[in-house]
């Protein structure tokens, strides 16, 4: 177990470097006709990782806590970024990763949804750079049968901004810059959903596909899952997010890449058939 974590601990580090890899090697020196400076100063900021990058390898080098997810599931993600990045990406829960994911999307947006008031105000002292909001989900775990059901009603099915969907699980009181975004990646790693009466994914899960079938231009989203292991995010994935636009799994990470629905209303809920990656 400690050489796993020494294993993780290190991909983490190596990843957040050579994602920026070619921030920290873009053309920086001065021109032929200038002659370098041989003093501190200005120039010695040139090259320079960024700030929140820095932390987050301080942070990863010197702490024992590891991520939530293991090294072959993280980068599943990391490798979509390394591609999309800088991007919108929205994540479901506030964790020990957060500061990776952050790190990941230099340059673009990322914000965190979180259930729990207090250890976003934890995180908030100790990473004021991040982006968080605090969400209250109004269904549990023991509610996902009926839920199901409901969902495979026509007002679920039917794409609709999720504010003014009729359907029992649009998650509709999320802070209003969630729904104002369009967003590119999106993970659901939260709420708790590990025991009956815990707040359930399958809102999360719903409204994720829902928010990329409600975007303009032409635009796919990529949606992850974590924890599909459980019969909530295994069954609620492959129902709303559809077998057909899975991409990947890798342990107990799902990669779905839902097109939009929006400009195309006649677009079956699933496809029939496996779309081509």
Same mark, same amino acid.
């Given at each position: ?55 987050? #390898? ?5 702490? =024992? !806590? ?7 599931? %993280?980068? +599943?993600? @990391? ?89 029992? #699980? ?5 802070? =209003? !810059? ?7 990646? %999106?993970? +659901?790693? @939260? ?87």
């Amino acid at each position: 177990m400690r050489v796993r974590a020494l294993n993780l601990k290190l991909l983490l580090i190596i990843v957040t470097i050579s994602s920026l890899l070619l921030f920290i090697l873009k053309p920086t020196l001065p021109s032929s006709s200038t002659s370098p400076s041989r003093k501190g100063g200005a120039g010695c900021s040139q090259g320079k990782l960024p700030t929140s990058v820095a932390e987050a #390898l301080v942070h990863y080098t010197t702490s =024992s !806590i590891t991520p939530q997810q293991t090294l072959k599931e %993280i980068s +599943v993600t @990391a490798r979509v970024l390394d591609r999309a990045s800088p991007c919108n990406f929205l994540v479901f829960g506030l964790g020990h990763d957060s500061l990776m994911w952050h790190s990941l999307n230099h340059g673009g947006r990322t914000v965190f949804l979180e259930e729990d008031a207090a250890w976003i105000e934890q995180i908030r002292r100790r990473f004021p750079m991040l982006e968080s909001y605090h969400v209250a989900y109004g269904s549990r775990v023991s509610e996902a049968r009926g839920l199901m059901e409901a969902g495979r009603g026509r007002e679920c099915t039917a794409v609709a901004d999720p504010r003014y969907s009729m359907c029992q #699980l649009a998650l509709k009181g999320l802070p =209003s !810059i969630v729904y104002g975004v369009e967003w590119d990646v %999106i993970m +659901v790693d @939260a709420p708790t959903g590990y025991y009956d009466e815990a707040p359930g994914r399958m809102s999360a899960i719903y409204t994720a596909g829902m928010m990329a079938r409600n975007r303009g231009g032409g635009a796919e989203t990529h949606v992850f899952v974590h924890d599909v292991n459980r019969e909530v995010e295994d069954q609620f994935s492959r129902e709303f997010l559809c077998e057909g636009y899975m991409r990947k799994q890798q342990g107990r990470l799902r990669h779905f890449l839902v097109p939009t629905h929006r400009d195309h209303p006649n677009t079956p809920f699933c496809p029939l058939v496996r779309t081509a990656a």
